[in-house]
């Protein structure tokens, strides 16, 4: 699966790049307080490219950074259950030799 999304991401980086170089005509960007600057359209739509998707990397940090604490607190407890399986097993195999001379529950002894 990992590598169906990272060919995907290919794929649609590769359009815009052949989409940004059949549009290479110079064009006037316009910032407010008068500020204009002319560059090639390519470099604006590649511009635009890189900047939607540092944004949207920005706004996945917080859920990538929650999901890492998550797997954290859940690879801790996996250690904590696996400390207490190994701790029940070396009771119950210490145990397993003492009840085996211990008769059931009801029986009674005729001497």
Do not use: C
């Amino acid at each position: 699966m990992r590598y169906i999304i990272w060919a995907l991401r290919l794929v649609v980086f590769i359009l815009i790049v052949l989409f940004a170089t059949k549009n290479t005509q110079t064009v006037v960007v316009s910032f407010y307080g008068g500020w204009a600057i002319d560059i090639p359209l390519i470099l604006v739509i590649l511009g635009s490219f890189i900047l939607g998707a540092l944004y949207m990397y920005l706004l996945s940090l917080p859920t990538r950074f929650t999901r890492s604490r998550e797997i954290s607190r859940l690879k801790g407890e996996v250690q904590d259950l696996q400390t207490n399986l190994q701790n029940v097993q070396h009771v119950s195999q210490s145990n397993t030799a003492v009840t085996a001379v211990v008769p059931p529950d009801g029986f009674v002894a005729n001497r």
